[in-house]
């Protein structure tokens, strides 16, 4: 244990450990722990970039001792009581490893989901409710890639969302079980829940259509309203972490993404209604998306 | 009518919006580190590369912010609006006045002075 990081061989040879490969966007990493439940959270959570063994990679461990367990991650040895705790920090320290590794690459503060034909976003500031909202959507039919951060690919504006376990404190759970909504069962607290636990769908890799800010305010009842393409590129921009792609290149990535899509800043209100509306507005936004492509393709056809 | 949104305060300027809202006729010239991004919605985004700040602007404020060429007074500005909105010319005055004082304020266009 005094070891900083133990070699996968001797983790094999001890016959206890495992060691499981991922790639995400290009940041390759070896999983490595001596609990069941640490190995199964992680191969759920990173079950779309499960990789074969590559050399270099970088080695993250999470290890189950007498007295608790402890995660480590490059310079980072963490210990903990509780497991949840554990792999929420093991898995923060390398979201942002994730994020840095990247070069050609943007990472926008904002939750992804998809429904049957389209993409959507929430952005907004850290405590403005995207998981809490997020989870709440999945439980009307959408599936949820991120709950919290998508990387954008400067050149092809390609949207990768950066799958998480839901961010959900003590006043997200009591809003959902008050609004009657399922949660998954687990056994780790605290809750480490990935999105693939609650839908297993495949992600499609779609532009988003629908945009939507959710603002800091909160209101008696909940309001969606229309903002212009360029204040949600604004809002966007406030939501993007400084990286190695130039400012000003950002912001001609995030207009072209504001450009293909409608844009809604939503004040939230009490919780269920503010799911209602919301998934109104995704679920309204479809069926309007749908009649149009089959107008489109009626056009097509006459001509 | 004509608006700036959710435009972050930077700098002072608070002589020069002074001299925007008088009726001088002075005329206001978009800064060159300026970059503006033109939405398919006719929204524009402007960036201050210097400043790393965004400010989101309506399709009345890009009509502004285009004629912004250093060659219109602010009355001929507000003409070429009044042709185009129907709104009381009053009104669209002082929008426009609103909305460049916004502009300097943040440093996004200079004042030429009076022509006089």
Known sequence: LTNSVLSAESCRMAGQFTEDFFCVYSFSFSFVTNHADARDSFLRLYRRFVSSGTRGAAQAVVEHVADGFIWRFKEETVATSLLGSALLGLESALCEAIIRSQDRSIAVHAATLYSVQSAVMLTGSSGAGKSTLSFALSQRGLTVASDDVALVETETLSVHPIPRPFHLDEQSLLLLETASMQLPQLRIRPFFVAPFDVDERSIPRWQPELLIYIGALRAASPEVKRVSQSEMAAYLLSETAQGPVSDSETVRVLTKICSGASCFALVPGPFSQTVDLVADLILGRQTELTASRVREGEIATLE | ?116
């Open chain 2, 1 to 116: 009518v004509i608006r700036a949104d959710t435009v972050p305060h930077n700098g002072d300027g608070s002589q020069d919006i002074e001299a925007v809202l008088t009726s001088e006729p002075v005329t206001i010239v978009r800064r060159t580190q300026v970059e503006a991004h033109v939405l398919p919605d006719q929204s524009l985004l402007l960036f201050d590369s210097e400043k790393a700040t965004a400010i989101p602007v309506n399709a009345a404020g890009r009509k502004v912010w285009e004629m912004c060429d250093g060659a219109h007074t602010i009355d001929q500005l507000v003409d070429s609006l009044a042709a185009l909105y129907d709104a009381e010319r009053t009104e669209i005055d002082r929008d426009t006045r609103g909305f460049l004082a916004a502009l300097l304020r943040h440093g996004l266009v200079d004042k030429l002075g009076s022509v006089r």
